[in-house]
């Protein structure tokens, strides 16, 4: 198995965490950094449901969205002490500054960029999002893409995925925190 070797210490974990809005490849990319790094991959949205013990659409109807968002923290939280893992988050993560604190802590924070024209392509025929289905109008999916793209650029680190493949993204990410394929017999 390939392992990435950590060759700058700028970070204070050792864990990738991704954010960026639904449909910007948190998931996909999640996956390739495992492949190629040899890291472990946890999807932040999983957590949450074994937290809740029920599905993501389940949470913001019968709790409503404020509660989802607790459990989004809690679930984060209780990653701290992780290693060597990718952290795939939901697009609402960046809403809490306590949330910033933990991921921070747990390594880079990589924003999946990419354009409105791009998410939408996407996010076309989307399920399991209670923010981007079809109870939503796209308009109110662009305005909060929009609302929160201050809220990404604060990440340690930015790919612009529109015109990548995930390999691509994957590689750019392992590239800019400065971290390289290493030990390929380990
Ligand atoms: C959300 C994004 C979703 C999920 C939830 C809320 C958001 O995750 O956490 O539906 O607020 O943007 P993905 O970004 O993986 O779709």
Same mark, same amino acid.
Not at 140 to 145: D, T
């Given at each position: 198995m390939q392992h990435i070797g950590?060759?700058?210490?700028?970070f204070e974990?050792?864990?990738?965490?991704?954010?960026?809005?639904?449909?910007?490849g948190k998931s996909?990319?999640?996956?390739?950094? @495992?492949?190629?790094?040899g890291m472990c991959l946890i999807d932040l949205?999983?957590?949450?449901?074994?937290?809740?013990?029920?599905s993501?659409? @389940?949470?913001?109807?019968? @709790?409503?969205?404020?509660?989802?968002?607790?459990?989004?923290?809690?679930?984060?939280?209780s990653l701290v002490g992780v290693h060597r893992t990718v952290i795939a988050t939901g697009g609402g993560i960046i809403g809490r500054e306590e949330n910033w604190k933990i991921m921070h802590q747990l390594g880079p924070i990589v924003y999946l960029r990419a354009a409105w024209v791009t998410l939408r392509r996407r996010l076309a025929g989307s399920q399991g999002r209670p923010l981007a289905d079809a109870g939503l109008e796209l308009p109110?999916?662009? @305005?909060?893409?929009r609302r929160r793209l201050p809220l990404y650029e604060q990440a340690d680190i930015s790919v612009d995925t529109d015109d990548l493949?995930?390999?691509e993204v994957a590689m750019s990410i392992l590239q800019k925190i400065g971290r390289r394929e290493g030990n390929i017999n380990a």
């Open positions: 950590i060759m700058s210490s700028r974990g050792d864990n990738i965490i991704l954010i960026g809005f639904m449909g910007a996909t990319v999640g996956r390739e950094l @495992e492949r190629l790094g949205d999983s957590v949450i449901v074994q937290l809740a013990g029920y993501i659409p @389940e949470i913001f109807a019968a @709790e409503g969205e404020e509660s989802f968002r607790d459990y989004e923290a809690a679930a984060l939280r109110q999916v662009e @305005e909060l893409w493949n995930a390999p």
